[in-house]
């Protein structure tokens, strides 16, 4: 993932703080495209594992529909109420469509750490319950831009 951030640097998070960030978090807004060009952004849960921000969609969803179409995304995670606090992520990249659709719960060595992490700040759970209506998404971003008001010089 590379930083496209060229002003602000002096608010961006440090790798760090924004893996600490999106740890924390629990929503997301997920931005796609239908063929013709219209956006539609749509709220999420999800899981960051250090590297990838994990997505467990609907799969009868407009979004995953234009997904399959154009796996091209924007997610933003924020957070804050007063100018002073506001803080965020902006990751934007492909999506991938990983294990079963829908998922049932089916061996799948590579859901292993999304789904402990999910099941864990959701549900607190230790394993994850599947209702075989959703299923993953995995977002290994391409760019990533982050903001962090709190570090503005006051006065």
Not at 70 to 86: H, K, N
Not at 89 to 107: I, K, N, S
């Amino acid at each position: 993932m590379t930083d496209t951030q060229r002003r602000g640097r002096r608010i961006m998070m440090t790798s760090d703080e924004r893996d600490a960030f999106l740890a924390t978090r629990r929503t997301c807004r997920v931005a796609t495209v239908s063929g013709d060009g219209t956006p539609h952004v749509g709220a999420l849960w999800f899981a960051w594992d250090g590297t990838a921000l994990w997505l467990y969609s609907l799969t009868r969803s407009k979004r995953w529909r234009q997904l399959r179409n154009d796996p091209r995304l924007s997610v933003v995670i924020d957070d804050g109420e007063a100018y002073g606090e506001l803080r965020g992520v902006e990751l934007t990249g492909r999506a991938v469509f990983v294990g079963e659709a829908p998922r049932t719960g089916q061996p799948c060595p590579e859901l292993d750490v999304p789904e402990r992490l999910f099941a864990s700040k959701y549900f607190g759970m230790e394993s994850m319950p599947h209702d075989g209506r959703h299923a993953w998404l995995r977002l290994v971003p391409d760019s990533a831009v982050s903001w962090d008001f709190r570090k503005m010089p006051t006065g």
